[in-house]
């Protein structure tokens, strides 16, 4: 197929108008406000070159039927009606640049009646619209024709990530993650993190009477740990919750956490591919260094579907098999190996499905097991596994604080409707990320619940022996 | 002059659609197919999840799937009935079987001619139906493109046209005429099944499976795009 059909352009814009446009969305001293258009076409074709991309957008360019079944399961469109919020009406922007510049047709209109399609502004759109949608991928369940349309967002956001547009927020924590001291999104230097295991440890002795341990640097153990960073400041109960099932399933001793790197975090699943390999490279380096047998991954939607699909893509033979933890305790108490008390937990409680880790109906019924074997008062909200509405602050958006209003008056809306109607004390939500959106959520409307992580929970009921 | 032009339009016309149709189909179909091949031997798992693929294929083709759509289940029931009578009616009506016997030597089961005028009738309604809930619905009614409004007339003429050939006492016109008509119409359409989102007919079996092979990607690719962009070295 012919590559790009390009044009001499003139900058439409100054640094200082795109970013009027897209406060959050620019590093001034990243982007080249010279011809827009020019650069995102020859990111795209490079892209397009190298990746597996071309032969999934070829074929969505060619069928797209435009028939609004997307827009009817996407909870931001059902809230603004907007139609820009349409998922096909957006991935189309996209697309419609690979009809005008990639194929054949768009490239003889280009070439022979002088149509030049993409212009500046139209980047500038596309940066802004991209990053309204929350990747969850919902509309995927209801497209009959197949159209991923968080595949598109995804590579939309790649391209332009290649010009210098993407969210500072996410772009300087992987900056830090990736090429700083601290080596994690949230630049805690490592004697910090050891700090706050210290606190974990003694909170749990003076809980529950037992000396548990959260093991660094240990070699040869069967899994390798990588939460999300932020949990060891934000989330000490769930990380409490998974060293106790440790330790009381007697496999202390089988896990560890690396000093080199140990976040979990991997922002490139939401604007970068170069980004999403580097991690997941990184994570492999650290299981390598320590010969551990499995990568663990903590309470985090993001970081378990990066490592589950991505890490045999990039890593290839030597990728080393990843547990998400809710997998691991699910076994375990499979098993019999742990127990929990169902009178401590009397409250109601309800489950949301984090999009990574429910839409493609990965891990759906395990926490719900556990749960509903512990909990009296569950409650199912509706919809719910595989058609859970997105906490609203999905595919990174609830990383950037800037734009707090959209994700809980927007984006989560819906959800908040979607929470009250369950009347619950407690959701239960295995994400860092949905944990941090669906705090904001209730607070900004005013609901009367607490989120929380599944392991939360198991740590408040589980029998010591 | 009429029946000349019969003679043309059924005879060189139906060849040369149908060439077109079924060259273009293969070649859209082939494309993808190797584009496929290629993307699965650069994965660096080289994995497809078959049985969600399939089922995900299988189950658009089932009409109790789009009863359960959210909210669009009138619009995507109407949309089944329109896909199961412009498959069923051009393949398996008796007017149209006979022309295979007689060009190829080869015939098969034809629908009887009541069901087949239900299908028709179905069909037509479907489309008009279809038009309707895309302009009354506001996202949809402003995302559309020409093709999207003009596609579906195309498909309804065949079958308006067919149906006032076989009931020569609902046309307006000599039966000769509609039958003109209608292969010219017919004609038309199969032309542009190719060139329009009606390759779907071929790709949709492959979406899915594309889909999931986008998610595949070749280890190392995105330093490969940054040495292509002139960024190796650069820093995040």
């Known amino acids: ?465 | 002059m009429l029946e000349a032009m019969i003679e043309l339009a059924r005879g060189p016309l139906l060849r040369l659609s149908l060439l077109v149709m079924l060259a273009g189909l293969l070649r859209a179909f082939a494309l993808q197919a190797w584009e496929i091949g290629w993307a699965w031997r650069r994965a660096g798992d080289h994995f497809v999840p078959w049985k969600l693929v399939i089922a995900r294929n299988l189950s658009w083709l089932l009409p109790w799937r789009y009863l359960k759509s959210e909210e669009r289940f009138v619009y995507n029931f109407v949309s089944f009935l329109f896909h199961v009578a412009i498959v069923l009616v051009p393949l398996f009506l008796a007017g149209h079987v006979a022309i295979w016997e007689k060009e190829l030597g080869i015939g098969w089961w034809t629908l009887p001619p009541l069901l087949a005028d239900a299908l028709t009738v179905t069909g037509i309604l479907a489309l008009v139906g279809l038009l309707a809930g895309r302009y009354a619905n506001g996202g949809s009614r402003r995302m559309s493109r020409a093709g999207d409004w003009l596609l579906p007339v195309l498909c309804l003429l065949p079958f308006v046209t067919g149906f006032m050939t076989s009931h020569p006492a609902w046309s307006p016109w000599n039966a000769r005429v509609s039958y003109l008509l209608h292969l010219l119409t017919a004609e038309l359409l199969l032309v542009v099944v190719p060139f329009s989102k009606l390759v779907h007919v071929v790709l949709f079996w492959s979406s899915q499976v594309s889909s999931e092979l986008g998610w595949r990607f070749p280890p190392g690719f995105g330093h490969r795009v940054r040495q292509t962009l002139g960024k190796e070295g650069q820093g995040v």
């Not at chain 1, 993407?166 to 990736?178: M, N």
């Not at chain 1, 037992?210 to 640097?217: K, L, R, T, Y």
């Open chain 1, 1 to 465: 197929m012919a590559e790009a059909a390009h044009r001499p352009c003139r900058g439409t814009f100054t640094v200082d108008e795109i970013q009027e446009r897209l406060s959050y969305i620019i590093e001034k001293d990243r982007v080249d406000p010279h011809d827009l258009a020019g650069q995102f076409l020859e990111a795209f074709a490079a892209i397009l070159k190298h990746s597996n991309y071309r032969q999934v957008i070829d074929n969505y360019a060619r069928i797209t039927a435009r028939c609004m079944n997307c827009a009817c399961a996407c909870q931001i469109y059902k809230h603004t009606r907007a139609p820009e919020d349409i998922p096909c009406f957006r991935s189309n922007l996209l697309l419609e640049v690979y009809r005008r510049h990639f194929m054949l047709r768009g490239i003889v209109e280009t070439r022979i009646l002088g149509m030049h399609f993409l212009t500046d502004e139209k980047v500038v759109e596309m940066a802004e619209t991209f990053w309204h949608c929350t990747a969850c991928r919902r509309c995927t369940l209801e497209c009959p024709l197949g159209i991923d349309h968080g595949l598109v967002t995804h590579l939309a956001r790649y391209i332009l990530s290649e010009i210098g547009l993407a969210p500072r927020a996410l772009v300087i924590s992987v900056r830090e993650q990736l090429e700083g001291k601290t080596r994690n999104t949230s630049a805690i230097p490592f004697p910090a993190i050891r700090d706050s295991i210290e606190f974990l440890v003694e909170e749990i002795r003076d809980d529950k009477g037992i000396e548990v341990a959260f093991p660094i640097d240990q070699e040869d153990r069967d899994y390798i740990f990588f939460p999300a960073v932020s949990d060891y400041l934000m989330e000490a109960e769930t990380l409490m919750g998974i060293a106790t099932v440790f330790h009381v399933c007697g496999d202390g001793d089988r896990w560890t956490i690396g000093t080199n790197y140990f976040d979990g975090i991997n922002y490139g699943l939401f604007y970068n591919d170069w980004i999403l390999e580097r991690c997941l490279l990184e994570e492999m380096k650290e299981a390598r260094r320590l010969r551990a047998k499995n990568v663990l991954i903590g309470e985090c939607g993001h970081a378990s579907r990066s490592a589950k699909v991505f890490m045999p893509t990039f890593g290839g033979a030597e990728a080393p098999p990843v547990v998400h933890i809710l997998e691991y305790t699910y076994r375990r108490w499979k098993e019999g190996r742990f127990r929990l008390r169902d009178d401590v937990v009397t409250e109601k409680v309800t489950y949301h499905d984090p999009c990574n880790i429910g839409r493609t109906g990965w891990i759906v019924n395990e926490p719900r097991e556990i749960l509903r074997s512990f909990c009296p008062n569950y409650v199912e909200m509706q919809p719910h596994g595989p058609h859970n509405l997105c906490c609203g602050g999905g595919g990174g958006t609830v990383s950037i604080d800037e734009i707090r209003p959209y994700r809980t008056g927007v984006t989560g809306t819906k959800k908040a409707e979607q929470l009250a109607a369950t009347g619950a004390k407690y959701v239960v939500a295995p994400c860092a990320n949905c944990k941090k959106q669906l705090r904001e959520v209730i607070e900004d409307h005013g609901l009367e619940m607490e989120v929380v992580g599944l392991h939360d929970l198991v740590y408040r009921a589980i029998v010591i022996e």
